[in-house]
């Protein structure tokens, strides 16, 4: 049966096209579309169905890219990724951790379309070039090429320093608490004097519109927040593969991502947007 294949294969199908697009609402839609066309096929033909099926979600995500591009142009303030809730099972895999972290799907929206897609579909799902070109439409020798750029563009932007696990969950655990009490000095403490806050509110919920430099700037707001909500409870949760926080604004929940590096938190993301928090409480499969 043709839903069989896709069924299987379908947890890795979602985490290539939520790479592809930073958006689990989008990478639903996409494999929607894939499905359609998967059951008109002849399946007697199909030789390796999940190669067959990875390429036929690559090219419905590269044309939902292009359209969300132009999209994005548009949007009011800054544009962060979708957060998802993932098991701490998913840390295990430390490369797929590290593809599906706020951070780098940050990193990959600065490619073009088809170098995100090559860097995807090689650097995570490790597909061979020929494969990427088929997928993509262009010839392997291209697709070199456009793997060499895209690995040396995510290389400058991303962060170099890998910590633990414990260190990343004991300096989270340490932020929300200080977030919680909205004590100053502490929250200035937990952050590198260079710290820099993105928030994503879409337009739809009260969210810095560009990114905010300097731990006394961020502390200070984020101390602000603290003073002027009616509750604020922190929990700390897995997503995207790492411990992250949720809480609640006036009954609104609100997802923070963080990067750590030498023990003090170096980069806040902030998510406000309603529409991007629809599944913070739905378990997502993600695999390789």
Do not use: C
Request: aromatic share 6%; proline share 4%.
């Amino acid at each position: 049966m043709a839903e069989d294949a896709f069924v299987a294969h379908r947890s890795l199908l979602f985490t290539v096209a939520y790479e592809m697009l930073g958006s689990a609402a989008d990478a639903e839609d996409v494999l929607q579309e894939s499905w359609l066309r998967w059951a008109d096929v002849d399946q007697s033909q199909v030789r390796e169905p999940r190669a067959y099926l990875v390429r036929t979600v690559t090219r419905q995500a590269l044309n939902r890219l292009r359209t969300l591009s132009r999209r994005r142009e548009d949007y009011v303030g800054e544009w962060l990724p979708e957060p998802l809730l993932t098991s701490p099972d998913v840390a295990e895999d430390v490369e797929l951790a590290e593809s599906v972290s706020i951070a780098m799907l940050t990193v990959l929206e600065t490619l073009g379309p088809a170098e995100r897609a090559v860097f995807v579909l090689r650097e995570v799902f490790e597909l061979p070039y020929g494969e990427i070109a088929e997928a993509i439409g262009k010839s392997a020798a291209t697709v070199r090429q456009i793997a060499r750029r895209a690995r040396e563009h995510v290389a400058a932007r991303r962060p170099r320093v890998q910590v633990s696990r414990t260190e990343q969950q004991a300096v989270v655990e340490r932020f929300l608490a200080s977030l919680r009490t909205g004590q100053l000095q502490e929250l200035l403490e937990v952050m590198a004097p260079d710290v820099v806050l993105i928030a994503d509110g879409g337009g739809l919920a009260a969210a810095a519109l560009v990114p905010l430099h300097g731990a006394e700037l961020v502390a200070t707001v984020l101390a602000r927040a603290n003073q002027v909500v009616a509750a604020f409870e922190t929990t700390t949760v897995w997503l995207n593969g790492a411990p992250a926080g949720r809480f609640e604004i006036n009954g609104e929940p609100t997802a923070v991502s963080l990067v750590v590096e030498n023990e003090q938190v170096t980069r806040v993301y902030l998510m406000r947007n309603p529409q991007k928090l629809t599944r913070i409480d739905e378990l997502a499969e993600l695999a390789r």
